[in-house]
């Protein structure tokens, strides 16, 4: 019941015409009762360019703080629209928060009340939060790229596409838990679950024996520009925007209808709601598009081997699939997975220019990150691979033991270098402040050298808590050169 009253209440414009209308009327009959209209003809000329002028300022006042403007046309902007407000003349007033437009009942169309997408078609204003951008334009064209602040927008100018300028994820493939592992590979999935069909079909591939392996990937990808560019710290870039926004699919929603129920035209269905999603989910197709060319690449038992091995032919593919979506130019691969090398016989891999990531600059997106979730493959070949695996644990257990153990030794080895080379570097550092050609005798050198092995001991905490003994036997040595050269004893 609250509902209803408050969809037939007057609106705030029209409660403030019968405010003045009233004043206007309790006006008139004082001063007809003060010697009637004609006596007072004078003091209400006078008291109508007092009051008008009065209204006047206070509007240009109150105009100064009723939206976040700086700049001396944006206020004068505000003004106008104000004015324009009184007089019924305005357009939408739009807030446009996190990538999502919040627009009042009252800024709907009256003509087209029935759609949802057609706003008011006047001079008005757009307020952009700080991870908001929006493409303004008109019905034959694209006029400007705009973020987060204040934006005016003249007649005939609507938003035609807004961007959310935090780090955006996308997944795409089959989610959810043992049921949705039941349910995928049914042979009526199709008609039970077209949901669960569609996403299956999203992201399958097919490797070299043609066996089907569906992945859920996670994109993870943002606007092309830098955080803390644009005036805001999530980062705007209009040339971003604008690529981001004019580069979405040109295909009419389904749900985008006018109000007798036939299909909207081209300016209300493209910027629908679901039209402006479209830009999200351009990264994830490009990902599964290069996850599929490289699952033919390699077959079944290459992807999910039964021994250890040290190339792992799933990470590769990752790889690839992050390589070609963030970076210009990536190696290449042949049709079996092998890498292939430059043709001038120098034995480099052959590194293209990437087509994905081509794709991705010209529509305004960057990709941060790519992974796999999940994988997914028929019960009959996952069934078979557990049990060859259980059958080969405790070789995969040997080999992968044997691996680690290769790791450990290199590692160990590699330690030892690097702590020979830091001592070297930390005896010989005082030998270095010395100047060149100075001839050493060796009980000087002796003594440098020392010095150089003390400090080393007493430079680092832990260190000098293990070196103790040592740290004694090299003040000894000290104390042993210097008294040998007190004495004139050759050394």
């Known amino acids: 019941m609250r509902r209803k009253n408050a969809k037939h209440s007057p609106s705030p414009l029209v409660k403030l015409y019968l405010l003045i209308f009233g004043a206007l009327v309790v006006y008139l009959i004082i001063k007809t009762l003060s010697g009637g209209l ?38 004068f902007l505000s003004f106008e629209r104000l004015v324009q407000y009184l007089l019924g003349g305005h357009g939408p007033a739009i807030f446009v928060d996190n990538g999502q437009v919040r627009v009042s009942r009252t800024e709907r169309s009256k003509k087209n009340g029935k759609n949802p997408e057609v706003l ?12 908001s951008a929006a493409m303004i334009r008109t019905p034959v064209e694209f006029k400007r790229a705009v973020g987060p602040g204040v934006e005016f927008t003249q007649v005939n100018e609507y938003i035609g596409g807004t961007i959310d300028l935090h780090v955006q994820k996308v997944t ?11 349910d995928l590979f049914k042979e009526d999935v199709e008609t039970t679950n077209p949901g669960l069909f569609r996403s299956r ?27 803390g560019r644009g005036g805001t710290a999530f980062g705007y870039d209009a040339t971003a925007v604008k690529n981001a926004i004019i580069g979405r699919p040109v295909h009419s929603p389904e749900t ?22 479209e830009w999200r989910l351009l990264p994830a197709y490009l990902a599964v598009d290069i996850w599929r060319e490289y699952a033919g690449k390699f077959t079944f038992s290459e992807l999910f081997p039964f021994t250890y091995k040290e190339d792992n032919y799933l990470k590769l593919i990752q790889t690839m699939i992050s390589d070609r979506l963030m970076e210009r130019l990536t190696i290449q691969h042949d049709e079996h997975g092998n890498l292939m090398t430059a043709a001038d016989g120098s034995g480099s891999p052959l590194q293209v220019e990437s087509r994905e990531f081509t794709i991705l600059r010209s529509r305004g997106l960057r990709v941060l990150d790519v992974r796999f979730l999940n994988i997914r493959m028929p019960p009959t070949v996952e069934s078979q691979l557990v049990e060859r695996w259980k059958a080969s644990w405790l070789l995969r257990a040997n080999q992968e033991s044997e691996a680690v153990e290769a790791r450990r030794n290199l590692m160990i080895e590699l330690g030892k270098q690097n702590g020979t080379r830091e001592y070297a570097m930390r005896v010989t550092q005082k030998l270095g402040t010395q100047p060149l050609g100075r001839p050493w005798a060796g009980k000087d050198l002796a003594k440098l050298l020392v010095n150089g092995s003390l400090g080393a001991c007493k430079r680092d905490s832990q260190v ?4 103790v003994d040592e740290s004694r036997q090299l003040l000894a040595l000290i104390n042993w050169l210097e008294k040998s050269d007190d004495a004139g004893q050759p050394t």
Not at 172 to 182: Q, R
């Open 38 to 75: 004609q006596h007072n003809a004078m003091s209400m000329l006078i008291d109508a360019l007092l009051c008008g002028m009065g209204f006047l300022g206070w509007l240009i006042f109150f105009a100064q703080f009723t939206l976040p403007v700086k700049s001396s046309r944006d206020r």
């Open 120 to 131: 008011k078609r006047g001079p008005g204003v757009v307020i952009l939060d700080s991870a």
């Open 172 to 182: 795409i493939g089959p989610t959810g838990g043992k049921k949705v592992n039941d």
């Open 201 to 227: 079909l999203d992201s399958r591939g097919f490797t070299r024996d043609n066996i089907e392996i569906i992945p859920t990937l996670r994109v993870t990808f943002r606007l092309d520009t830098i955080p």
């Open 256 to 277: 985008a209808t006018t109000s007798d129920g036939s299909p909207a035209p081209r300016t209300q269905a493209h910027d629908s709601a679901e039209a402006q999603q």
């Open 464 to 467: 000098q808590k293990l070196t």
